[in-house]
């Protein structure tokens, strides 16, 4: 401050033509230096983050700022409910009104993502495979990142799943896991007729494998599912879908010259390419689901 | 425009996703972290679902044969929250794998602790 005042107090008398600055540089030079430390000293996000009641009080206040801002955004949206909102457009009276003729699809959501949206959901589908491979790439077992503590504990883990009792876990996994894998697939093949469909199917599926593999322990399962098999229904259900939807490309967008047959809506047999793509969609969010499993508890599928 | 009241679903999702977004700020445990990121992203379902709904309809599926763009809901959010969920799936496993192997390298799953180390590390 006082240096301040010392400056503005020479210069004043250099406007007023009483003396001349000769190191005035300097006094800039030091002021902004010191400004510029200040600043850094106070604002610095180490500092912050080592202070951990201001941290978090800072965190709490954005946080409650942001849900402020948003409140009042929500304060303006239009009315939850009501039919004239701008989002109950031309486009859902499209999907609606033309799906069945269109799609053959009795659900107008399955009709929509795997019809309408169908490269949308190709590229969902794409995004889950690309999601177990970085964890496969990340976390499957190899010589290099497994230490002979892990494979030690890995093969007691092998002798209890063999041969502890675990009765409840494994009687009820022996009744259960067939009933859930069936009612995965009813859900899976009843897709474009019913709520549900390839992703919430395959879930159920895959939450059928895991509860089988949790209760009878890796090995069992690598007598049926090896990572063989993994790779082979991930990569054949995505090249099947593919296949599947190149169709459009090939006969032009709107189907021309090479129409599927959509039956009668309501049939099993319906809708087109709808059935097919449930199902390697079913297959491939499955067998994702396992594999992260398998993937997180042994490093293996 | 008030409509505060009437939109309680909205509101409910942005606070939702605030605590979340606390979550993910004040943990250091990463796992908690992610947590913290899934909250954030059920908020956003929700938001979706809720500008989905009008009042007095059913659900998209065809019922008793109507085909009448004004007996269904607007099936658009359902599309859209179906892939939100794909993508949150796929970046929770993803970010846990990490975390997986930051775990074995470390030994800790405290954030301010796996920053020491790996200074310390660089350091030396």
Redesign the interface.
């Known amino acids: 401050m006082e240096e301040k005042k010392k400056l503005w107090k020479h210069i004043k008398a250099w406007v007023d033509g009483e003396e001349v600055i000769l190191d005035a540089d300097k006094y800039i030079i030091t002021r902004s230096k010191k400004v510029k430390k200040d600043w850094r000293r106070q604002f610095s996000v180490e500092t912050i983050k080592g202070n951990t009641k201001l941290y978090g009080f800072l965190s709490v206040a954005i946080s409650a700022l942001f849900i402020g801002i948003m409140l009042s955004v929500v304060n303006d949206l239009p009315e939850f409910g009501n039919p004239s909102n701008p989002v109950d457009n031309e486009v859902m009276e499209r999907y609606l009104e033309s799906g069945i003729e269109e799609t053959g699809a009795v659900n107008f959501v399955a009709g929509m993502i795997l019809d309408y949206r169908a490269f949308d959901t190709f590229a969902e589908a794409n995004v889950l495979f690309l999601a177990v491979m970085s964890v496969v790439l990340l976390l499957k077992k190899d010589k290099q990142n497994y230490s002979e503590k892990e494979e030690r504990e890995n093969r007691e883990d092998d002798f209890f799943d063999e041969n502890e009792k675990r009765p409840i876990l494994k009687i009820g996994g022996k009744i259960l896991a067939p009933l859930i894998i069936l009612y995965g697939i009813y859900v899976v093949l009843n897709g474009h007729l019913s709520p549900g469909g390839g992703f919430s199917g395959g879930t159920i599926i895959g939450a059928g494998l895991i509860l089988y593999a949790s209760a009878y322990g890796q090995k069992k399962m690598q007598t049926f599912f090896t990572f063989r098999t993994f790779t082979l229904i991930c990569v054949g259900g995505l090249l099947t879908y593919c296949a599947c939807k190149s169709y459009s490309f090939f006969t032009g967008a709107n189907h021309v010259g090479f129409e599927i047959p959509k039956g009668i809506p309501g049939n099993i047999l319906s809708a087109g390419f709808i059935l097919p793509l449930n199902i390697c969609v079913g297959l491939i969010v499955a067998c994702t689901m396992y594999g992260f499993y398998a993937l997180f508890t042994k490093g293996d599928i | 425009?008030?409509?505060?009241g009437?939109?309680?679903?909205?509101?409910v999702s942005?606070?939702l996703?605030?605590?979340g977004?606390?979550n993910l700020?004040?943990q250091n445990n990463l796992i908690k972290k992610f947590i913290g990121l899934n909250i954030m992203d059920t908020a956003v379902y929700l938001f979706l679902a809720?500008?989905?709904?009008?009042?007095?309809?059913v659900?998209?599926?065809?019922t008793d044969g109507i085909?009448?763009?004004?007996y269904?809901i607007?099936?658009?959010?359902?599309?859209l929250v179906?892939?939100g969920?794909?993508?949150s799936?796929?970046?929770t496993?993803?970010s846990?794998?990490?975390v997986?192997?930051l775990y074995?390298h470390y030994g800790t799953l405290n954030m301010?602790e796996i920053m020491r180390i790996s200074r310390e590390e660089e350091g030396e």
């Not at chain 2, 009437?6 to 509101?11: M, R």
């Not at chain 2, 085909?67 to 004004?70: G, M, N, T, V, W």
């Not at chain 2, 607007?74 to 599309?79: E, K, L, M, V």
């Open positions: 425009m008030n409509h505060l009437t939109n309680f679903y909205e509101a942005v606070i996703f605030g605590i977004f606390m700020l004040l809720a500008k989905g709904y009008v009042m007095g309809r659900a998209p599926v065809l085909i009448d763009a004004y269904y607007n099936p658009i959010p359902a599309g179906l892939t969920i794909v993508v799936v796929s970046v496993a993803f846990l794998a990490l997986q192997r074995k301010d």
